[in-house]
C-alpha cells in the first residue's frame, strides 16, 4: 500500500513509519525542513515538502495515497489546533481512510478506574488535551478515520516526559512527583504503538476508536524513583502548591490518573503490547 504519513520526522511518526517501509508499504512522509527530508529519506520514505498549514499539499499527498496517517503534533502551539482541523478537512476531503493519533489524556481522570473507548471526552477547559478531543470528533464524523488512544509511549530514548524528568534529574540532582505519587499510569513502547499502526493500517475499519497500551499500569512515585536511580538523583515529592508553582498546570496533569482498557485493540486487531515495561526500560533500556 502507498501510506502518506505526518509527523515522521518525530519521534512517534518516525517509528512508524520505519515500520511501515520495513512490511513492505511505500510510505510518504510531510518534512517542512532540509533536515526533516534527511530523517525521512533516511527511514526509507518519499520527502514530502511542505507544513502542516500547506493545506494544498496535504490534499494532494492524501488523494495520491491509499491511506493516510497523522501522528504530527506540537502540543506547545497554542495554534494547533485550528492549523489541525484545516488539515483534517484536507485528509477527510480526499476520502482516504485515516488513521489518527491522540491520547489518552483526552479521558476525564478515571481517579484509577481503568477506562474503555467508550467512557464520555468531552473538549473543555478542564482537560488536559482538549483540540486532540476535537480533531478525534472531527475526524470520526466523516466515517473513515480510526482513532488510536495512547498511553505514556516510551522506548527508543524518547518521550517528552521522561525526557523532561531525566533532563531535571541531571541539571538538578531531583526528579518530582505530586503528593504520594501513587496515581498510576498506562504507557506502550513506542515499537508496539508502531505495530498497532501497522495492523490498523491491514484492517481499517471506519468510526473506530482504540486504545494503545500494555496491560501494566505504573505509579508515578515509581517512575520518577526509576528516573532519578538511573540518573543518580533523587527522587522528591511536592505538595499540590509546590508542583503548581514549579510546573504550572503540568502538575494537575502529573495526579491523574486514568488506566486504558486495551481489550479493544487487541480483539479488533490482534494485537498486543509485548515490549519492555516501562520501569524495564527506564532502568536497563533505552534511557542511557
Do not use: C
Not at 506540537?74 to 482516504?96: N, W
Not at 474503555?116 to 488535551?129: G, I, K, N, V, Y
Request: avoid cysteine.
Amino acid at each position: 500500500m502507498h501510506i502518506f504519513i505526518t509527523g515522521a520526522s518525530g519521534y512517534v511518526g518516525g517509528v512508524v513509519a520505519e515500520n511501515l517501509v520495513r512490511a513492505g508499504h511505500r510510505v510518504s512522509a510531510l518534512a517542512r525542513s532540509d533536515a526533516a527530508e534527511e530523517r525521512v529519506a533516511a527511514l526509507g520514505a518519499v520527502p514530502v515538502r511542505g507544513a502542516l498549514g500547506d493545506v494544498r499539499v496535504l490534499r494532494e499527498a492524501a488523494a495520491s495515497a491509499d491511506t493516510v496517517i497523522h501522528t504530527a503534533v506540537d502540543y506547545t502551539d497554542p495554534g494547533m489546533r485550528e492549523v489541525e482541523e484545516a488539515a483534517l478537512d484536507a485528509f477527510l476531503d480526499a476520502g482516504r481512510p485515516l488513521i489518527y493519533t491522540s491520547t489518552g489524556l483526552v479521558y476525564p481522570d478515571g481517579r484509577g478506574k481503568p477506562v474503555t473507548e467508550d467512557a464520555p471526552t468531552e473538549p473543555d477547559a478542564s482537560s488536559p488535551q482538549p483540540w486532540k478531543a476535537l480533531g478525534e470528533r472531527q475526524a470520526l464524523e466523516a466515517g473513515t478515520a480510526t482513532v488510536i488512544r495512547a498511553g505514556l509511549v516510551h522506548g527508543r530514548g524518547g518521550s517528552g516526559l521522561l525526557e523532561g524528568m531525566f533532563a531535571s534529574a541531571r541539571q538538578n540532582g531531583v526528579t518530582a512527583y505530586i503528593e504520594d505519587g501513587a496515581n498510576e499510569w498506562s504507557s506502550v513502547h513506542v515499537d508496539d504503538l508502531a505495530a498497532l499502526y501497522a495492523a490498523a493500517v491491514a484492517g481499517a475499519r471506519g468510526r473506530t476508536v482504540v486504545n494503545a497500551a500494555s496491560r501494566t499500569t505504573t505509579a508515578m512515585r515509581a517512575i520518577a524513583e526509576a528516573v532519578a536511580e538511573k540518573a543518580g538523583a533523587k527522587a522528591v515529592s511536592l505538595t499540590r502548591e509546590q508542583g503548581r508553582e514549579l510546573l504550572g498546570p503540568f502538575a494537575d496533569v502529573l495526579t491523574r490518573s486514568t488506566p486504558l482498557d486495551p481489550s479493544r485493540a487487541e480483539s479488533l486487531f490482534g494485537w498486543r503490547a509485548t515490549g519492555p515495561s516501562l520501569l524495564e526500560d527506564i532502568r536497563s533500556g533505552s534511557y542511557g
